[in-house]
T-cell receptor, first 112, second 114 residues
Framework: DTEVTQTPKHLVMGMTNKKSLKCEQH?????MYWYKQKAKKPPELMFV???????INESVPSRFSPECPNSSLLNLHLHALQPEDSALYLC???????????FGSGTRLTVV | AQSVTQLDSQVPVFEEAPVELRCNYS??????LFWYVQYPNQGLQLLLK??????LVESINGFEAEFNKSQTSFHLRKPSVHISDTAEYFC????????????FGTGTQLKVEL
C-alpha cells in the first residue's frame, strides 16, 4: 500500500457544524501533515505530527483541532468554521525529511 | 528559515517543444529540493528530488532538474512536452534536520497547447 487515503473527498458544512476529516496511511511513515490549499495557491502547512506527537502548529486557529490516534491515522476536527476556511485540505506522510511527502488527493471543504 | 521563488506563474508551450520551469531557493543551511506536480482536482505527486550527489536528477516521465548551488537554483526541464504534462508544478525545499517541514514555491502553471 503506497497511498494516503483521505475521506471524505467533498464536504459542505455550515458555520455552526462540527465535522472531521480523516487521513490514513499504511506505509509505516512516522511523520504526518495537514496542509491547506486555496485556489491557485501553494499548499500552506498547518500541522506536523512526528511519532504521533504534534511537533509543529503553524499558528492555526483553534477551530481546527488535529488528532493522531495512532501511527496510521490522522484526523482534523472542524468546528465553527468561517467561509474563508473553504479550501482543499491535503494530508501527507513521509518516513523522514529527505524522502519527500506522499500526498492524499485531498478533501474539498466548502463552508456555507 | 528557507524560501522558494518560482518567477513564472504561467508557462504556455506547444506540444513537443522543450520547456524550463524556474525555481530559486534561499536557505542558510543545506537543503533538500523537490518538484511536485498537481493535476486538476488532485493532490500533489512527487516528480523528482535532489538530496545529494549528482546534481542532475531525472524522473520516470522525462523531466529532469539540475541543482546549482552557486546560483541557488533547481530548474525543471523537459526536452519535449506532451499535452498530458499540463498541470501545476511546485518547487519545494526542506532543510536538513528541519523537523520535516516542507516549504513550497508559489507554483507554475504549465499549459501545453496543440
Amino acid at each position: 500500500d503506497t497511498e494516503v487515503t483521505q475521506t471524505p473527498k467533498h464536504l459542505v458544512m455550515g458555520m455552526t457544524n462540527k465535522k472531521s476529516l480523516k487521513c490514513e496511511q499504511h506505509m509505516g511513515h512516522r511523520a504526518m501533515y495537514w496542509y491547506k490549499q486555496k485556489a491557485k495557491k501553494p499548499p500552506e502547512l498547518m500541522f506536523v505530527y512526528s511519532y504521533e506527537k504534534l511537533s509543529i502548529n503553524e499558528s492555526v486557529p483553534s477551530r481546527f483541532s488535529p488528532e493522531c490516534p495512532n501511527s496510521s491515522l490522522l484526523n482534523l476536527h472542524l468546528h465553527a468554521l468561517q467561509p474563508e476556511d473553504s479550501a482543499l485540505y491535503l494530508c501527507a506522510s513521509s518516513p523522514r525529511s529527505d524522502y519527500g511527502y506522499t500526498f492524499g488527493s485531498g478533501t474539498r471543504l466548502t463552508v456555507v | 528559515a528557507q524560501s522558494v521563488t518560482q518567477l513564472d506563474s504561467q508557462v504556455p508551450v506547444f506540444e513537443e517543444a522543450p520547456v524550463e520551469l524556474r525555481c530559486n531557493y534561499s536557505s542558510s543551511v543545506s537543503v533538500y529540493l523537490f518538484w511536485y506536480v498537481q493535476y486538476p482536482n488532485q493532490g500533489l505527486q512527487l516528480l523528482l528530488k535532489y538530496l545529494s550527489g549528482s546534481t542532475l536528477v531525472e524522473s520516470i516521465n522525462g523531466f529532469e532538474a539540475e541543482f546549482n548551488k552557486s546560483q541557488t537554483s533547481f530548474h525543471l526541464r523537459k526536452p519535449s512536452v506532451h499535452i498530458s504534462d499540463t498541470a501545476e508544478y511546485f518547487c519545494a525545499v526542506s532543510d536538513h534536520g528541519g523537523g520535516n517541514k516542507l516549504t513550497f514555491g508559489t507554483g507554475t502553471q504549465l499549459k501545453v497547447e496543440l
